[in-house]
């Protein structure tokens, strides 16, 4: 919580609010998708509610406009962004890839496409690939168009709408996700920047815990326009509410990261028998081989 901005929910006891602990342990590192071009790193996706927030929380993440500002307001298929210097591209339903020109994003069928990929050189994607999704209850997109990518989500930070927070259609949706990534995701409450009174703040902020316990590893209220426009001032950052929602969520990429090269070594440990079984095996049958060659020939001559 940020004691800054919304002290009333720290200082009551009343409030019911989740805190982000130790990082849940991730039991088990989702299976990579076919059409995964592997950087390895955990995949974050971005989700919530059309105009809940996320792609302002790419920005702020990536620390630049990931997109060309002219295409924010279209229709776009969800956006996997990695680390890197690579030419954006464009992936189809059947797994093909197409070069893309972010300039003419307009043009793009989300009927016919999966995802987009682009790279971009900043910090933050050396913890994670992101994936910005379109909103789920966006009257113009078919559920199917985040559907598709939700599969190889190892993360996700839904964001709610503070002023209408958790919505039935909201709920309803975390409600198909596996429990075990349930447990490594954050919930994201946007625009608490609308919410004048220091006492709703609160309220939201408790009343979204009850709703959510137990669905979420941490509960994190914040002002995503507040963060962009803190810049260097730390205590503005912190009092937006971003400073606690990174370290959550560094955190949590750390433990997935982590999890899967626990996964990695535990899969390595469980081959090693095998390679080191083998040639001792293998090894003393020539050796065998030899000395009854030897033995056989001494015993000819
Ligand atoms: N005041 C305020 N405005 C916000 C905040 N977060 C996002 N917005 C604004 O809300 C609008 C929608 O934000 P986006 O980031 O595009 O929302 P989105 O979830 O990506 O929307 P879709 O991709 O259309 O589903 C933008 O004008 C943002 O500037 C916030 O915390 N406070
Ligand atoms: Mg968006």
Redesign the pocket.
């Known amino acids: 919580m940020n004691e800054h901005e919304y002290p009333d929910a720290e200082i009551d006891g009343d409030f019911d609010v989740i805190e982000a602990g130790e990082p849940a342990a991730p039991r088990a590192p989702a299976p990579l998708a076919a059409d995964d071009t592997g950087t390895g790193k955990p995949r974050l996706c ?1 989700m ?12 702020l993440l990536l620390g630049e406009a990931a997109l060309p500002v002219n295409v ?2 279209t ?2 298929p969800p956006i996997w962004i990695s680390h890197g210097d690579e030419a954006p591209y464009r992936v189809d339903l059947d797994g093909e890839e197409y070069e893309l020109d972010l300039e003419r994003l307009t043009d793009v069928s989300v009927e016919d496409t999966s995802h987009i990929r682009i790279f971009r050189d900043a910090p933050f994607l050396e913890h994670c690939d992101l994936i ?5 209850s ?1 009257p113009n ?1 078919d559920a199917d168009v985040w559907q598709r990518v939700l599969p190889m989500a190892d993360m996700i930070v839904w ?1 709610t ?2 002023t209408q927070a958790w919505r039935q259609s909201e709920a309803a949706v975390w409600n198909t996700i596996a429990p075990g990534l349930q447990a490594r995701s954050l919930l994201l409450l ?5 919410i004048l009174s220091e006492r709703d703040r609160a309220r939201v902020v408790k009343r979204v815990g009850r709703e959510t316990k137990g669905l979420f590893h941490g509960l994190f209220p ?7 426009a803190a810049g260097d001032d730390a205590g503005k950052w912190a009092e ?1 509410g971003a400073a606690d929602f990174e370290e959550a969520l560094l955190a949590q990429l750390g433990a997935i990261a982590e999890g899967r090269a626990d996964a990695a070594a535990e899969a390595a440990a469980a081959a090693t028998p095998d390679r080191v079984v083998m040639p001792a095996r293998i090894r003393p049958r020539p050796l065998a081989a030899r000395r009854t060659a030897r033995t056989s020939g001494h015993d000819a001559a």
């Not at 509610?49 to 302002?56: I, L, M, R, V, Y």
Request: with cysteine; aromatic share 2%; glycine share 8%.
């Open positions: 971005l919530g509610e059309f105009s809940a927030g996320k792609s302002t929380l790419s920005n924010t307001a229709q776009l910005d999704m379109p909103g789920i966006d997109m964001c709408h503070a946007t625009r608490m920047d609308k914040i002002s995503l326009t507040r963060a962009m937006s």
